[in-house]
């Protein structure tokens, strides 16, 4: 178990909807990670905050947008789906905001149909 | 951007052989991670490496980055089921006050047969 909690484990929804992902980060780590595994593209990085800012973005859709919560959990809203949407995202915490030893969730599987 | 191209993408492994996966870099790699993750599951973090010629050990699992910082190596010895799994290696952002855009190769299936 590394710590970090992701919510919900599986989600299956429509074209064009909106879902959260909500994931809390080990105690004590301030920095939170997202990440969307598929198969065709692999892991890719997707956004990064620190403390409640963000720190780093990456391949990251403008239908896409996170925060993360003064209580340090971290949310990651994905809105009018596509099928293309459909992959395995993760979230992952780490003490510091430079770090690559990350420390990575189970994971939340969104299908859309 | 950096690119990372694992080989082989998969493997079969006996029980009790040894395996070699190649992890290789489009650019000067600052900062090397390995992580295993099961069917699944999450990324599990296995070790880092920074420096060139730098080689870690953790039971069974030995990682190398070589001289040139452009390539590292995770070798399994004697694998055991429990080695199952996909290995995918990630680099570094060399410039760190951008915040750490940790990048992921396409991982290496590896299944070990008992």
């Known amino acids: 178990d590394s710590g970090v909690t992701q919510t919900p484990k599986h989600l299956i929804t429509a074209t064009g909807q909106r879902v959260t992902l909500r994931c809390s980060p080990r105690s004590g780590d301030l920095s939170v990670y997202w990440y969307q595994q598929s198969l065709d593209q692999g892991l890719q990085f997707l956004i990064q905050y620190y403390n409640g800012e963000e720190r780093a973005k990456g391949n990251i859709l403008e239908r896409f947008s996170a925060q993360q919560f003064p209580d340090l959990h971290s949310e990651l809203n994905l809105s009018s789906l596509e099928l293309g949407d459909s992959a395995l995202y993760f979230c992952a915490s780490s003490v510091d905001w430079n770090t690559g030893e990350l420390f990575f969730g189970e994971g939340s599987r969104l299908t859309v149909l | 951007s950096q690119e990372l191209e694992q080989s082989p993408q998969s493997l079969i492994v006996q029980e009790g052989k040894n395996l070699t996966i190649n992890c290789t870099s489009s650019k000067t790699l600052y900062g090397l991670y390995w992580y295993k993750q099961k069917y699944g599951e999450g990324l599990i973090f296995l070790m880092m490496?920074?420096?060139?010629?730098e080689e870690k050990s953790h039971e069974k699992i030995t990682a190398k980055l070589d001289e040139k910082k452009q390539q590292s190596s995770l070798h399994i010895t004697a694998s055991q089921p429990s080695h199952a799994g996909i290995y995918l290696c990630?680099?570094?952002?060399?410039?760190?006050?951008?915040?750490?855009?940790?990048?992921f190769g396409g991982g290496t299936r590896v299944l070990v047969k008992p």
């Open positions: 490496l920074q420096k060139g010629g």
């Open positions: 990630g680099a570094d952002n060399p410039i760190k006050a951008a915040g750490n855009k940790l990048t």
